[in-house]
């Protein structure tokens, strides 16, 4: 009987053991699983948290960068409609270049450019010594008809004209501008469709102005050239001042320009032509 006893306590007692120590088992399994997974969970709780904040930044970056103007981006539409081409008025028109379909009419300060040959495309129609009132009667050294009349039917875009320097000796300089007037008038009647350029007279050196032959001294020479702007001006054609670039500080043509104080040399020829150019 007491041995019977024994053996029931014993496997109560066993079976109490076994019981706790399956609930040891079962608590560090529990304490395993929860220290394997919490770390991770907390990294994709704290990853989670995360991703707003960059979504949110990337969001505001984004932003920024469209709301920046950039000049490199061409635009991506042409438009739809045919656009009215720009009227006459507001088109850039393009600087000529070259002296083509050019003609000149005056003295023999054409001459040089003539003889150097600088412009070789235009036409030229001069003689020594003319003045405004033979331009209707004396011919060219070559020519058969009276030098105005060199321009009849011919078609030219521009016209340059050059007289005053044997003129300076006039009694009267109105008689001069009156005589020029009927220049212009005549080169707008023959081609009419040609821009009109009156040249100034040249400064002369020193030397010639200071013997003042045949009124041929500098302040005569800006006497006839404010009278000669204004008669452009009420003629409705360009005045061009050639003579201010060829100048020096005084206003004197230099030594170094001339041979006989009047007429400019081959450089300061070169210097005359860029200043014809702005007038084409």
């Known amino acids: 009987m007491r041995s019977g006893r024994h053996l029931r306590k014993y496997r109560v007692k066993k079976r109490r053991l076994v019981a706790v120590i399956s609930m040891i088992v079962a608590v560090a399994v529990a304490l395993i699983l929860i ?19 960059a979504q949110e930044s990337a969001a505001a970056t984004s932003v920024v960068s469209s709301a920046a103007p950039t ?24 600087i000529k270049q070259t002296f083509e379909n050019t003609a000149f009419v005056g003295n023999s300060c054409l001459d040089d450019l003539y003889t150097y040959g600088l412009i070789p495309e235009a036409d030229f129609f001069f003689r020594l010594g003319l003045t405004v009132d033979q331009v209707f009667e004396k011919t060219t050294a070559t020519g058969t008809v009276p030098v105005i009349d060199e321009l009849n039917g011919k078609t030219y875009d521009d016209v340059f004209l050059m007289f005053g320097e044997n003129e300076l000796g006039w009694s009267f300089p109105d008689i001069f501008i009156e005589d020029y007037g009927k220049v212009i008038d ?16 040249f400064p002369v050196s020193r030397a010639v102005n200071q013997r003042n032959q045949e009124g041929e001294n500098n302040e005569r020479i800006a006497q006839y050239n404010a009278m000669l702007a204004q008669l452009c001006a009420d003629k409705g054609v360009v005045f061009a001042d050639v003579g201010t670039p060829l100048a020096d500080a ?10 006989d104080g009047v007429h400019p040399n081959k450089d300061y020829c070169l210097v005359w032509v860029d200043t014809l150019k702005q007038y084409l």
């Open 186 to 201: 005549a080169v707008k009647e023959k081609v009419p469709s040609a821009k009109i350029i009156v040249q100034s007279i």
């Open 250 to 259: 005084e206003g004197f043509l230099p030594d170094d320009a001339s041979s």
């Open 35 to 53: 220290f394997a997974v919490f770390p991770n969970f907390q990294k994709q709780t704290k990853n989670e948290e995360q991703m707003p904040a």
């Open 71 to 94: 000049q490199t981006v061409p635009p991506t539409t042409a438009p739809t409609e045919p656009q009215p081409a720009p009227s006459q008025d507001t088109q850039t028109q393009p």
